[in-house]
């Protein structure tokens, strides 16, 4: 299994920037996925997720209106749209995904079984 996520990069605040993460070894279309970030010196926190067919998300109050979280089954790529992106917005960015048995979006990330490298967005003010 692989996740490969891009987009990242240095942004003023107020800009956005699309996230995108790319996978492989999975089904796909079974697994919820995530996205999580983690700043400097502070633990990852959950940031969005997505069902399996896209019909429903869930965000961190952090994001919400700001960030949107899609996915596109066929091409077996989730997407994270970042607006409005402040400096407490700084953060590796991760990309998850769950088992393919489960259904829900858990905001702790040991619920995911699968992660990618992550991608840098660095927000300046």
């Known amino acids: 299994v692989q996740l490969q996520a891009s987009g990242g990069g240095l942004v003023q605040a107020g800009g956005s920037l699309r996230l995108s993460c790319a996978a492989s070894g999975l089904t796909f279309s079974m697994n919820v996925m995530g996205w999580f970030r983690q700043a400097p010196g502070k633990e990852s926190e959950f940031v969005a997720g997505i069902t399996r067919s896209g019909d429903g998300t869930s965000y961190a109050d952090s994001v919400k209106g700001r960030f949107t979280i899609s996915r596109d089954n066929a091409k077996k790529m989730v997407y994270l749209q970042m607006s409005s992106l402040k400096p407490e917005d700084t953060a590796i960015y991760y990309c998850?995904?769950?088992?393919?048995?489960?259904?829900?979006?858990?905001?702790?990330?040991?619920?995911?079984?699968?992660w990618g490298q992550g991608t840098l967005v660095t927000v300046s003010s």
């Open positions: 998850a995904a769950r088992g393919d048995i489960y259904r829900a979006i858990p905001v702790t990330s040991g619920a995911y079984e699968y």
